[in-house]
């Protein structure tokens, strides 16, 4: 086992806090219910656990808007219980990722309250303040991800604030080399409780145009789409400025490495596939993990999966991980995107790929979007934009854990309503179902876990023509093959990708058998997992 083989050979589990189990009946998931839960995490056979913002916030966006970021928020719990998650982490053999927020900060943070109480303070440039435009208004045309300007008039000082989200959540100045230094300690301060890294916000928005140009019109655009899109963000997303800074983080953290295990640093990065994987950076200066979305975005059709998989591994650099990713707490379900049938094959996809899978909680019980009446809604993206579907809502509602009230995640009122199918599409009963989604998620994550093929062998694309995306995994004469059906109708794979002596050591379809005899036909949506006798399944834990 090499220091990094935790994060390069396991999986990540993404835990939503507000909605993953509540203690204490107030209907709001916390860190006692997740503790309470790691079980299910090791059952499940994943390494390591992600946690969304658990810091003190007013909750303008349900914790990524920060007023203090080395402490715990009441409604999660207190630094003592956080310490308790971390001991029961650790002494069931997974990780534990925090999300770290360095784009920007509450409005309410001490930081900022300073920064905006007088021109002359201290803290000022510690934010982006600029003066109006000549005629007035704001600085320039930069937008705010959750609508209207990216800029906040302030009276009392005469200036406007830049914010990239709310006018809530103020952009920190990471030009101000104090500001780099006050959030490397927010860094060590949990590196030092014992957190095995951190999924790093927005990292490609930290930095901002020094001379603060205007954003240049979308070509794109179409009337209809989210008024966001209207710009292309060149001026203030993705500056060469921003490599620099996270090579500061990655030294940072680099800090609390040893021989036996490394920390990990991952980025959100929703970028071009050529500018994504500059963040690898050289000589162990970049982030180890940027995180891939192609999987969310592109085509579900096997010839685009096929061939953004192919130019993905050619544009690695040397020795770096690959990473693949289903869904999380701002996109849709992978279920509601492609349907049941499509979300199992997407499950071995993920599980077969060569790199690091990060899975979404519910996903293993295929939960899928849940419809959000108007009067119930939360999320301020939503409520800033009614009636363009961009709410995120949907993707967030509560774990389905059993046939108890509520899911069994509370005795109280639940923050968000549960889907319809809580009592049949639940933890517990599909425990008992070997056909189920989660039985299906085990069996694949058992045999990722069990061969070296899967969890650390080479990629190599397959040809096998129609609606099959084919592809083998590799390691040290070790040979499997993948074949995924995309199509609606049986498919007949060609007899050269199959191997001498073939066995299914998985398949997406319950009904299929361990023996292959004559040709091989893929039933509709059907995946399958093939190799020798030698390479027999082991049972899911």
């Not at 809530?168 to 927010?186: K, T, Y």
């Not at 509601?336 to 293993?364: C, F, H, I, Q």
């Not at 969890?455 to 023509?465: D, I, K, P, T």
Request: proline content about 9%; charged content about 25%; hydrophobic content about 40%.
């Amino acid at each position: 086992m090499s220091a990094d083989d935790w994060w390069k050979c396991g999986i990540v589990y993404q835990v939503y806090p507000r909605s993953f189990q509540d203690s204490n009946g107030d209907g709001i998931g916390d860190l006692d219910g997740i503790r309470a839960r790691l079980d299910h995490l090791v059952s499940l056979g994943v390494d390591a656990v992600w946690i969304s913002p658990i810091y003190p916030s007013p909750m303008a966006d349900f914790g990524y808007d920060i007023a203090d970021y080395c402490d715990i928020d009441p409604r999660f719990g207190t630094l003592d219980s956080f310490d308790a998650l971390v001991r029961e982490v650790h002494a069931r053999g997974l990780r534990l990722i925090l999300d770290f927020v360095p784009n920007h900060t509450s409005d309410r943070h001490p930081w900022f309250v300073g920064s905006r109480s007088a021109r002359g303070d201290p803290r000022r440039d510690w934010y982006i303040w600029r003066d109006p435009a000549p005629g007035g208004g704001p600085p320039n045309n930069w937008l705010g991800n959750f609508g209207g300007p990216a800029w906040t008039f302030d009276p009392a000082t005469g200036q406007y604030y830049a914010h990239s989200f709310l006018k809530e959540q103020p952009d920190l100045n990471w030009r101000n080399p104090e500001v780099r230094a006050a959030m490397h300690e927010v860094l060590r301060f949990w590196l030092r409780r014992g957190v095995d890294g951190f999924r790093v916000d927005v990292l490609s928005q930290i930095v901002k145009d020094a001379q603060f140009r205007d954003n240049p019109p979308n070509p794109d655009f179409v009337e209809g789409q989210d008024p966001f899109l209207r710009l292309t963000m060149l001026y203030n997303t993705d500056l060469p400025e921003v490599q620099p800074i996270v090579a500061e983080m990655r030294r940072v953290v680099d800090e609390f490495s040893d021989a036996r295990s490394s920390r990990v640093l991952i980025g959100e990065l929703y970028l071009p596939l050529e500018r994504l994987v500059a963040y690898y950076g050289l000589d162990a200066e970049g982030l180890q993990l940027p995180f891939n979305f192609q999987l969310i975005s592109t085509e579900w059709q096997a010839a685009p999966i096929d061939r953004f998989a192919r130019d993905y591994e050619a544009a690695l650099p040397p020795g770096a991980q690959p990473n693949w990713v289903l869904g999380n707490h701002d996109k849709s379900r992978i279920a509601s995107r492609v349907g049941p049938r499509m979300a199992r094959l997407a499950a071995m996809l993920l599980l077969t790929l060569r790199g690091t899978p990060t899975l979404y909680y519910g996903d293993e019980i295929g939960m899928t979007d849940v419809a959000i009446p108007a009067d119930e809604v939360q999320d301020p993206f939503e409520k800033n934009k009614p009636g363009m579907g961009l709410g995120r809502d949907p993707e967030r509602t509560p774990m389905q854990w059993s046939t108890a009230e509520h899911a069994g995640f509370t005795t109280g009122t639940p923050w968000l309503r549960l889907a319809a199918d809580w009592r049949t599409q639940n933890v517990e009963a599909q425990s008992r179902d070997p056909g189920s989604m989660l039985a299906l998620y085990k069996r694949l994550i058992a045999l990722r876990r069990a061969q070296p093929a899967l969890n650390r062998g080479s990629y190599e694309a397959l040809e096998a023509g129609g609606e099959v995306l084919a592809y083998a995994r590799n390691d040290e004469g070790q040979r499997l093959v993948v074949l995924l059906n995309f199509g609606p109708t049986p498919a007949q794979v060609p007899p050269a990708l199959v191997p001498g002596q073939p066995v299914v050591l998985a398949s997406t379809d319950p009904a299929r058998t361990e023996s292959i005899e004559g040709p091989l036909v893929l039933a509709p949506c059907e995946g399958v997992v093939i190799g020798s006798a030698d390479d027999k399944a082991p049972k899911a834990r």
